[in-house]
């Protein structure tokens, strides 16, 4: 089984940069699509962003293309999501989870908040 602890979260400015990692350990992370949700406080979680098994292709919900990027380091078992040009709206609790496995769904990470704040 899996398991998935996400860093970096912390406080920006907008307009300002962060970095958010995602480190596995267990099952067979170079063989699972990843992804990044966040949840903003009354809000439902929601899709950011999703890097295919070898890292070639990648998918980005709207409101974050061109200032998000995913990438993944299979031999290290990470995933990291770039966020620069941070904006308010931005500000929420980030989790990284798995594609949905079978018989279980997704597995996912404890989040880490990110504030975007002036």
């Known amino acids: 089984q899996v398991q998935l602890v996400e860093s970096g979260g912390g406080y920006v400015q907008p307009g300002g940069s962060l970095r958010l990692s995602c480190a596995a350990s267990?099952?067979?992370?170079?063989?699972?699509?990843m992804g990044w949700f966040r949840q903003a406080p009354g809000k439902e979680r929601e899709f950011v962003a999703a890097?295919?098994?070898?890292?070639?292709?990648?998918h980005y919900e709207v409101s974050v293309k061109g200032r998000f990027t995913i990438e993944r380091v299979n031999g290290k078992n990470l995933v990291y999501l770039q966020m620069n040009s941070l904006k308010p709206e931005d500000t929420a609790v980030y989790y990284c989870?798995?594609?949905?496995?079978?018989?279980?769904?997704?597995?996912w990470g404890q989040g880490t908040l990110v504030t975007v704040s002036s």
């Open positions: 267990g099952g067979s992370f170079s063989t699972y699509e």
């Open positions: 989870a798995t594609e949905p496995l079978d018989k279980i769904g997704r597995i």
């Open positions: 890097v295919s098994v070898n890292g070639d292709k990648r």
